[in-house]
């Protein structure tokens, strides 16, 4: 292990102190930030305008004659508790970094640890989410079968999409936090952790929505 | 929402060639990447509004050359009627998303608003970056339409299911060039969404020391007021975009019923809603109008204010109008439907918000008006523009107040009234904004003037002009011209072909008259007179840096605001106005 440390500075790429620092919690005090906690929550914002058009897409086609019934595949279930799970390892992993000084101490450590769990559960809940389209696909229900079954696919693939961008986020701030020498932006992680939660969020609903409805 | 000074650098000096004129981060080269593509876009459909018009007047007419543009719907250089619906459909769709959504918002909207907000850069150049390229590619993805054998889709802009979701049946164009359609709509979507993702957290957190949402220029609050619509509006295509294409090509049945025969061939699908294309399009669609219209209607105040001398009756009023009418744009979407087969009560419903919206709209001309009362205003190319979209924004508009009545709808409906209503409204009324805000703003993005008297016969032939195109069209939907028809047989329209041939002929000209602008922008470019930092005594923040201004705005100051960008007229201030970061004590409060 290097003997020189490396701090954690809240939203600047400075890299000139060598020194233990206390680390800030995050206030919002660069502009940058800011804007970057804005952005997120935008980006929420529209993403959950594109999921009320699918949703009022699917209260106007179930008003026709065709409406089925869709069994939900059983797999939903744990993927629901995987990303749920998963939610609950971020805010574990990020309460240890905001405990954090400098990257190589304990609670760095614990924070890399929680956050790796949160990528394993991320990507099991995208494997799962796979699985639950095998159930369907071997029960005989493709995306034309019925208006349920496309609303399913439709729904939950593009939220897979959005799980995927998720899974890229801690994936790159994994590396960040892994390598010795770099230095780390507070406000990704808390603006990836922010995303992330929505997107559990973002899941219950489609799930009940696809539960009740389909 | 408080404002600090930028604390740190956004993105390092531009170096090399592809960096500083290709993909660049900064804000001010991809405003001027998204102008180019307005440009090519604008001359692009104003040839096939050429070509539709001549047809519409000569329907057996030779065009020459045009059986090189497609085999199939020009053989011998006679369009096909179903190549004019072709081109009819490709008119709009470049005009509507690629000319109206680019130019006037993200094309002036990412060169001045962080300058005039006092940032270094928006918020995240490369999204912004990204945006641009996005919809650069949205535009080949849509141009491919035009190069596959069977062409473009004959649908119109507004691409109605079931028609444009069941493939080729639905006639030429619509297997390939529909499908090329959605995608290429689609990829637009996801560009503007992050356009608009990066104005609004600009303005929100970017702001200057000093800089308070109410000190911002009026054409800022129109760029932001812009980007919280489209943020909404275009997150409700992409949704729509996606169910068509999967209705086309995977086999759903989002939007096409059962029983449906086309070409004689019953459609493989069953228990679709073709009306639920409409409300997911125009609950987008109302809100776009909006988007092209609201970023003209700042640019023209700001215009006005510095040719006046004089601040408007009321920036506040303005600005609260602004945002009502953003507010109740997403209320209206039905009136678009009236004769849809919806509930008339519905309609109903729909009709209140539409005549509702026309209150602040009127505000805001009655503002303008009055401001312009007992002014004396220097008359330039900008400021004849800026005046020139009251006149085109209160004739176009009007005919709103007409169709916004279900009653009278009913029968307007499809007509030449609604084509001249929206090309009134959106294809002249904020196309001058954009007229103007290129004259008022040419010095600052290249350090010399444009030609003023090139400018001024730009502005009378096209006043004139678009007068004369468009004004007829409301008379011929009152007497029963329907629209998207590729000329007109029919008995009835036979005394009224005169005023197509005098429409056809103003379009000409007009269009010609557009070549003037183009040169002048070309010329001045290289060889225009040099423009110094200020050349129009303006107060807001662009006018505080050098024309063209720096990479990174203003150099290594961070400007400090003082009080609003509007202190014309200021008695005892040296010359007649205060500049917006001069601590300059005023008469008058802020």
Redesign the interface.
């Known amino acids: 292990m290097a003997s020189t440390v490396t701090p954690i500075v809240p939203g600047s790429a400075d890299l000139s102190s060598r020194n233990n620092r206390l680390a800030v919690p995050f206030v919002g005090s660069s502009s940058a930030d800011r804007a970057s906690r804005s952005g997120i929550w935008v980006g929420i914002f529209a993403i959950t305008m594109s999921f009320a058009a699918f949703t009022s897409a699917l209260f106007v086609r179930q008003g026709t004659p065709d409406w089925a019934h869709l069994v939900m595949p059983s797999v939903l279930y744990l993927n629901t508790l995987f990303l749920l799970a998963s939610s609950i390892t971020l805010e574990i992993s990020r309460r240890s970094l905001t405990a954090a000084t400098i990257i190589e101490s304990d609670h760095a450590r614990r924070a890399k640890i929680w956050l790796l769990a949160t990528f394993v559960l991320g990507t099991a809940f995208c494997v799962g989410q796979y699985m639950a389209w095998q159930q369907l696909r071997a029960a005989g229900f493709y995306l034309a079968t019925n208006p349920n079954s496309s609303f399913f696919y439709v729904l939950t693939f593009i939220h897979v999409l959005h799980v995927l961008l998720g899974v890229a986020a801690i994936v790159y701030l994994l590396g960040r936090l892994m390598a010795s020498h770099s230095t780390f932006r507070r406000s990704l992680f808390e603006n990836t952790a922010v995303y992330w939660h929505f997107i559990g969020v973002l899941w219950v609903y489609l799930f009940l929505l696809c539960l009740v409805k389909l | 929402m408080h404002e ?5 650098v ?1 993105h390092a000096p531009p170096q090399g060639f592809w960096r500083k004129y290709v993909f660049s981060l900064d804000h001010k080269v991809i405003g001027k990447q998204y102008y180019a593509l307005a440009l090519v876009a604008v001359f692009t459909g104003m040839f096939l509004s050429w070509l539709m018009r001549i047809h519409m007047v000569w329907p057996t007419a030779k065009i020459v050359g045009l059986e090189l543009l497609s085999k199939n719907g020009a053989p011998g250089g006679v369009m096909t009627p179903e190549y004019y619906l072709s081109l009819l459909t490709m008119h709009g769709t470049l005009m509507v998303f690629f000319v109206l959504t680019n130019a006037p918002f993200a094309a002036f909207g990412n060169y001045f608003l962080p300058i005039q907000i006092g940032a270094e850069d928006m ?2 150049p490369r999204f912004n970056m990204m945006s641009f390229w996005t919809t650069f590619l949205a535009w080949v993805v849509l141009m491919l339409a035009f190069v596959i054998p069977d062409g473009p889709p004959i649908a119109g802009w507004t691409e109605y299911t079931p028609l444009s979701a069941v493939g080729r049946d639905a006639g030429p164009g619509m297997q390939w060039g529909a499908s090329l359609w959605g995608i290429s709509i689609a990829i637009f979507c996801i560009a503007s ?1 992050l356009g ?3 104005f ?3 303005t ?3 702001r200057a020391k000093g800089m308070t949402l109410m000190r911002m220029p009026l054409c800022t609050w129109a760029w932001f007021i812009t980007s919280c619509i489209a ?2 509006a ?3 295509l ?3 975009c ?2 068509l294409i ?1 209705d086309r090509h ?5 939007f096409i019923p ?1 029983g449906l025969v086309a070409s004689d061939r019953l459609q493989p699908h ?4 073709p ?2 294309w409409q ?2 399009f125009w ?1 987008f669609g109302h809100p776009e109008v909006y988007i092209a219209i609201l970023p003209s209607m700042g640019i023209v105040s700001h215009i006005l204010i510095n040719s006046m001398r004089k601040p408007l009756l009321s920036a506040k009023v303005v600005i609260y109008s602004m945002l009502s009418i953003g507010f109740l744009s997403y209320m209206v979407w039905g009136h678009h439907m009236f004769v849809s087969g919806m509930n008339p009560l519905s309609s109903l419903t729909f009709s209140f918000p539409t005549l509702t919206i026309t209150i602040p709209a009127t505000i805001l001309t009655l503002i303008w008006l009055g401001s312009l009362y007992g002014a004396r205003i220097q008359l330039t190319s900008a400021s004849l523009f800026a005046i020139g979209f009251i006149s085109m924004f209160v004739s176009g508009g009007i005919s709103g107040f007409f169709l916004a009545q279900p009653s009278l709808d009913i029968y307007l409906h499809g007509t030449y009234f609604v084509v001249g209503h929206f090309h009134m409204v959106m294809g002249v009324a904020s196309l001058f904004g954009v007229f103007a805000g290129t004259y008022f703003w040419f010095p600052k993005m290249t350090g010399r003037y444009m030609n003023e008297t090139i400018g001024k016969v730009h502005f009378w032939f096209t006043f004139i002009g678009t007068y004369l195109i468009f004004m007829p069209m409301h008379y011929l939907g009152l007497i029963g011209n329907v629209r998207r028809y590729q000329s007109f047989v029919n008995d009835y329209m036979a005394p009224y072909l005169w005023l197509h041939k005098d429409m056809t002929i103003a379009a000409l000209i007009t269009g010609a008259a557009q070549f003037l602008f183009l040169f002048n922008l070309i010329y001045s470019r290289f060889w225009g007179a040099p423009a110094p930092e200020n050349p129009w005594n303006g107060t807001s923040l662009e006018w505080s840096v050098s024309s063209p201004p720096p990479w990174n705005n203003f150099g290594d100051r961070h400007p400090i605001v003082y009080h609003d960008p509007y202190q014309y007229g200021v008695k005892g201030s040296k010359g007649d106005f205060v500049m917006q970061d001069s601590p300059e004590v005023l008469a008058s409060g802020d």
């Open positions: 600090t000074s930028a604390q740190q956004v918020a995240f969404l608009a993702l990066n609004i957290a600009t929100l957190d970017l943020l909404l275009f997150a409700v992409l949704p729509a996606i169910l999967l995977a086999g759903t049945s989002f059962g069953s228990g679709g809603s009306l639920l409300h997911l609950f």
